[in-house]
């Protein structure tokens, strides 16, 4: 009997050694919401999170800037069409060529956001530390983003058929018709952006 308790003891604990969670590469990388909900038919596989006017959403465009009077800045290296991140392990940037770059921070609303550029100054209430991001060693696990184990809404901006409405991301709230999602990362290229309008 014992040999048999030892022979299943082992492979639990292999187990439980394979899918323990390790801290992601740095960067660069994208981000995607994704639901997959029990009461109701709205789910996300991977939608993209963009930048756009200093917070971020899915179903609208990345809004990004590359000024054309700089010398010797070539701006179609910089085509500002997806959202771009970098760190995640405490704290969490978009990944732009702009001298000082942009940091992501969850502002005191709730609201995933990210300063302007130039500007490391965050607002009153603002939280840019505790982000997490982690893969499983086996069974290719998706990349998760965190912050401090609080969750993840996507409330909507706009009408239409849930799916396709514009909904902004948020953490550790939500509120009447927001969805609660979970965050995936991907490896990517970067930066894509000169700057995040």
Known sequence: MRAFATSFVFPVVALAAAIAKRDA??????????????????????????????????????????????????CSAYPGSKTVFTGGNDTLFLDVAVPGGQQVYIAADGSLSYTVPHSGALPEGAVATGWSREQSQAFGAPTILANSDQSWTICPVSEGEPRERTYQVFVGVGGEG????????????????????
């Open 25 to 74: 590469p740095e960067g660069p990388w994208t981000a995607g919401v994704w639901r997959m909900p029990t009461t109701d038919d709205i789910f996300f596989t991977g939608v993209a999170i963009n930048a756009s006017g200093g917070k971020f959403f899915i179903n609208k465009d990345t809004s990004a800037y590359c000024p054309d009077d700089v010398e010797n800045l070539d």
């Open 178 to 197: 927001c969805l609660n999602t979970g965050v995936r990362t991907y490896t990517s290229s970067g930066p894509d952006a000169w700057e995040y309008a």
